[in-house]
């Protein structure tokens, strides 16, 4: 199991990031390496990316790892707006089963930035013990990191 919890601030209202993190298509377009992103008839999105593995340490390793290709299905499982979501997410990587669940909150500064709060929990299958978890996470992290500030660009555009 990958697990990240962490927190940002974006200038911006509640409501501002509301609208971003509340538009499916919106929030895939922030992820890194997203090759295709299809909307479902039940809301939900299929969403095909290409794995980053930069950062490996082992070069043998990052040119076969290069390669990796993953597709999941995405959904909203619940929305309170404009204070906190849940989404889930299941398909499969290198041809190994992925399911990965995100809980993000949102909270009102003083300034009237927006504090995020989110935690990814994502159980791996079988990669755990292909790859090295340390290098999972690593690349959990980067994506998440990447994403931030992709979100941040997005939200400062308006």
């Known amino acids: 199991m990958v697990k990240v919890v962490d927190t940002f601030t974006v200038k911006a ?10 538009n ?11 090759q295709k992103f299809e909307t479902l008839s039940d809301g939900s999105a299929m969403v095909a990316f290409r794995v980053d593995i930069s950062g490996a340490e082992d070069r043998s390793l990052k040119s076969y790892l290069t390669r990796i290709t993953g597709k999941m299905n995405v959904k909203y499982t619940s929305l309170n707006p404009p204070e906190s979501l849940k989404v889930n997410a299941k398909g499969s990587v290198a041809g190994s089963n992925v399911f990965v669940n995100l ?5 009102a500064l003083s300034d009237g930035s927006t504090q995020v709060f989110y935690d990814v929990e994502a159980d791996v299958g079988i990669l755990a013990k292909l790859f090295s978890i340390g290098l999972i996470q690593k690349i959990v992290e980067s994506n998440a990191s990447a994403f931030i500030q992709n979100f941040r660009k997005m939200l400062e555009k308006g």
């Open 13 to 22: 209202k509640p409501e501002d990031v509301w609208s971003i993190v509340s």
């Open 24 to 34: 499916m298509s919106k929030v895939i377009s922030c992820f890194p390496n997203v």
């Open 103 to 107: 809980s993000v909150k949102l909270s």
